[in-house]
């Protein structure tokens, strides 16, 4: 009796110890997380958006991997229907950040286009001068 109460503490013990450490490892992993997310908000729209696809890209993959370990055939199955919608993002993306980028050079180029224009011509500030240099 005593000796298997004394085996019982043992192992309960370790479990505990053994589960402590978990959280412990889980407590780490989700700070982590909590300061990608307070980095997250300094983000614009198209970065987090970036983010938000690889996260999901690596989770599914991470998924089909472990699908695959275990003998499913992942043809047909709905994790290959959400690896190609995510693919389908990726491209939305990669699309969104050629036309931001190509954005972004047009505006320089018409800022530059503005810089290197000649002076406008004000017809009353003209006038004004031709009046004063008459008066003279």
């Known amino acids: 009796g005593e000796r298997r ?6 192992e309960a013990e370790e479990e505990l110890s053994l589960y402590e ?4 490892k ?8 909590l300061e990608l997310a307070v980095e ?11 983010l938000n696809v690889v996260l999901a890209k ?5 998924y089909a991997v472990h699908l695959r370990t275990r003998g499913v055939n992942t043809k047909g199955h709905p994790i290959e ?35 290197d224009a000649p002076p406008k011509k004000d017809k009353k500030r003209d006038k004004a001068k031709r009046k004063r240099k008459q008066k003279e």
């Open 5 to 10: 109460e004394s085996a019982m503490e043992e």
């Open 21 to 24: 450490s978990h959280v412990k």
């Open 26 to 33: 889980l407590e780490k992993r989700l700070s982590k997380v």
């Open 40 to 50: 997250e908000q300094k983000l614009d729209s198209l970065e987090k958006a970036k």
């Open 58 to 62: 690596a989770t599914n993959v991470l």
């Open 81 to 115: 229907k959400e690896l190609e919608r995510i693919a389908r993002f990726q491209e939305k993306i990669k699309r969104a950040v050629k036309e931001s980028e190509a954005s972004a050079l047009a505006g320089e180029a018409a800022l530059g286009f503005v810089a």
